[in-house]
């Protein structure tokens, strides 16, 4: 079983800065695109950043220059650090990954069970 684990929220002050980690753990083959999703109140879930298997990064207009999304894939793990952080970034923050469990397997999308971040004017 695969289960993407991600710890970093909190609560910070405006121009602050977090570091969120996901960590795929349980065992698989191969992890191909990796993103960031947040939930902020009254709105929907929205990507704000991704980074493909050949570390191609992107990332939406509103965090673009603030926000940096990295992976170290020996270990399974992707990073989101976060600076600048406006009070408009609050939100549950969400990881996504699109992993291969076996080699002959279709990949599939997976979620971590989001992270609290709060930013305080």
């Known amino acids: 079983q695969v289960q993407l684990v991600e710890s970093g929220g909190g609560l910070v002050q405006a121009g602050g800065s977090l570091r969120l980690s996901c960590k795929a753990s349980g065992s698989l083959f191969s992890i191909d695109a990796m993103g960031w999703f947040r939930h902020r109140p009254g709105n929907q879930r929205e990507v704000i950043a991704n980074i493909s298997k050949t570390d191609n990064e992107n990332y939406v207009n509103a965090v673009k220059g603030r926000f940096t999304i990295s992976k170290n894939g020996a270990e399974n793990t992707m990073f989101l650090q976060m600076n600048n952080l406006k009070p408009e970034d609050t939100g549950v923050y969400y990881c996504?990954?699109?992993?291969?469990?076996?080699?002959?397997?279709?990949?599939?999308?997976?979620w971590g069970q989001g992270t609290q971040v709060t930013v305080s004017a």
């Open positions: 996504n990954m699109n992993l291969t469990r076996r080699w002959y397997d279709a990949s599939i999308w997976y």
